[in-house]
């Protein structure tokens, strides 16, 4: 009805003339040869939806380790905790951009404007099928739309955004102009194919979906494929399938980038700071550990789709949160023998969270990052391993991976040190279990004592 009615409010003589003015008005020569490629046929794809991260379910409760004396063994432990840096904020680069703007909305705590060219916003996913999505790139790639993706790859660089972070602030901005969700996508394809992402729509019945290369598995999420290549459905991450559909097989012109999920720096979002304790105890003693995080950043991490793994071990902590627990465990373990200062690290991950899986949690399958898992009282496996690489990595200065087995996350040290260990290479890692709790270094669960890990995952330097 509400299509209906915007429709009405465009005489459809008006409307064919818009569509006519659209083939003399490219503003990009690619755009004449993809308009007549979108008119050819267009074939039958069927989902795929891709494999969960573990063969079999986690666990639903561990029990503990029973407690042993730590053998004393290394060099002395002195930590050394660089002063944190203040973030430049990118409240006043935006503060300009967002006044008296066509659109404007709140991304993660921060203003942003937009302007929109008129004849863009006029365009309509009309018929709705494979000759309307055409018509629908015809009217915005005749529009003057070269501002507006100078604006988003400027807000792209002051905030430092990854390419997750562009995917949601395209998304945003798109839906922030059309309220019909099949025209948001449309406008959300054509500027992922201005900005070089390689991403394609299809037709599932009259409805428009969108989907993104990516050279990883986005795991739980439907994708399609094109050869050798998957595109996926993100935004039906753990969702239900969204089924057989029609679409092209050519993509955009130089549109060759794919969706990168990797979170090697932290986007630059303004301060939504508040603050947390967590404690733990052990020998009879409790300690404990404040800091602050910021609330934005943690409601960007929570829009995240189940990436691979090297996505979550390699994503830092917030400097600030790490500097304040850095320095709360430095009080805690300098003048401490290595062994005790690790071991001291691997009882704080172990035991300042309770276990629970993510399907009791949230009802789905999540892998958390590091500053997540700080975040929320309870978590799992993977969860911790995460924490604890991160940092015993950056405390340490030592090699870490993960390892995972079919049903089990853990986690291992490149030290000389005894225990179980496992093999990446020619290199031997000793066995650090941040789930098995009251478990030393060196000392795996019974049941993966003698099992080789599935996938080992690499810490980057």
Known sequence: MLFGASLHAQSFKDFQNTQAKAFVNYKDERDAAFAIYLKQSWSERNVVVSKPLYEQPKPTK????????????????????????????????????????????????????????????????????????????????????????????????????????????????????????????????????????????????????????????????????????????????????????????????????????????????EKNLKSKTISFKQDGTTYSSTYEYNQNLLDFMGTYPQADYDTFFNAPLEEDTYKAIANDIKKYIDGKKASEAMNFVLSFVQKAFAYQVDQEQFGREKVMFAQETLYYDKSDCEDRAILFSYLIKELFHIGVIGVQYKDHMSSALYVPMDGDSVRDGRKKYIVADPTYVNANIGVSMPKYKSVSPENVIHLKN
């Open 62 to 269: 561990i029990n503990p380790a029973t407690p042993k004396p730590i053998k004393s063994v290394g060099p002395t432990t002195r930590i050394v905790v660089k002063p944190a840096q203040e973030p430049s904020s990118p409240a006043k680069a935006m503060e300009a951009q967002s006044e008296n703007k066509d659109i404007d909305f709140d991304f993660f705590g921060t203003k942003l404007g937009f302007d929109v060219p008129k004849s863009a916003k006029a365009a309509k996913y009309y018929p709705q099928n494979q000759e309307g999505a055409s018509n629908f790139f015809n009217v915005v790639a005749s529009s003057e739309y070269q501002e507006l993706i100078q604006t988003i790859t400027s807000t792209k660089e002051n905030m430092k955004l990854n390419d997750w972070g562009v995917y949601l602030l395209v998304t945003a901005l798109s839906e922030k102009i059309f309220f019909n969700p099949d025209e948001a996508k449309l406008l959300s394809w054509f500027v992922f194919n201005k900005l070089g992402y390689e991403v394609k729509v299809g037709l599932a019945g009259k409805h428009i979906v969108l989907m993104h290369y990516s050279k990883k598995i986005i795991y739980s999420t439907p994708s399609y494929s094109f050869g050798k290549r998957k595109f996926y459905v993100v935004s039906q991450y753990a969702k239900e399938s969204v089924g057989r559909l029609y679409t092209y097989e050519q993509s955009y012109p130089n549109a060759t980038k794919d969706l990168d999920l990797a979170l090697d720096a932290l986007p630059n979002f």
